[in-house]
């Protein structure tokens, strides 16, 4: 199983930020975001320890679910993913995103994604650096490079992140191996561009979308930007 499965190979998607939804309307909020022809819906998961907010959990991941009928990319920011795992693929999140500065075994957690069925991401803050090239590359369907300091919505994009992006594609072109590669934080139509250049496949969109009335307008804006 991979992301490839979802997902049009070399098409660009867009990963709407639920996050920035209405959260008293969500049956509506998720129609309006399918209605404008997103591939995935992010769940953005904050614990107040590994970053500095707290967003929802895995209750509201299952009324979304009840909603949704493109696949639930869900970003876990918490400290110990390990320990949740099962409750958010139960809540039916298709793909589960940890943070390599989380975990003490990275390669564990994510065969203990795949192994409950969901497809296995790794996300990694702007600072960080990406895994020297060896086994761990083999168990991910996904690399999310954070292109803010994960927490809150709204900051800037961050351009040096790109050179990431860039190496990971590389280092998939090499390899042979099929793991997509994500971006977020701050991506609206003046970035997509470079980030789509740069090698990403999925775009996560809070403001660039959620905080549009239009998200039907605002989704082809970014299309058309990235090019």
């Not at 296995?120 to 168990?139: I, K």
């Amino acid at each position: 199983m991979s992301w490839w499965s979802h997902l049009k190979r070399n098409s660009l998607s867009l990963a709407p930020s639920m996050l920035g939804a209405d959260l008293a309307r969500l049956g509506e909020e998720v129609a309006a975001v399918e209605a404008a022809g997103v591939e995935l819906l992010h769940l953005d998961i904050m614990d107040g320890v590994f970053v500095p907010n707290i967003s929802f959990g895995a209750d509201v991941c299952a009324a979304i679910a009840r909603h949704a009928t493109v696949p639930l990319d869900c970003h876990l920011m918490i400290e110990r993913p390990e320990r949740y795992l099962e409750v958010f693929r139960e809540a039916g999140c298709h793909g589960l995103t940890v943070h390599l500065e989380t975990m003490s075994d990275p390669i564990a957690t994510l065969k203990q994604i795949r192994a409950l069925g969901g497809l296995a991401g790794l996300a990694v803050n702007p600072s960080t650096e990406l895994p020297p090239v060896g086994p761990l590359w083999e168990h991910l369907d996904l690399l999310l490079v954070m292109s803010v300091q994960p927490g809150f919505c709204g900051q800037s994009f961050h351009p040096e992140v790109l050179g990431k992006l860039e190496s990971a594609r590389a280092l998939r072109e090499e390899t042979g191996l099929e793991f997509a590669l994500q971006i977020d934080g701050g991506v609206g139509p003046a970035v997509a561009g470079a980030a789509r250049a740069a090698g990403a496949d999925i775009m996560v969109a809070a403001s660039a979308i959620m905080g549009r009335e239009d998200r039907a307008a605002a989704a082809l804006e970014m299309r058309q930007a990235a090019g």
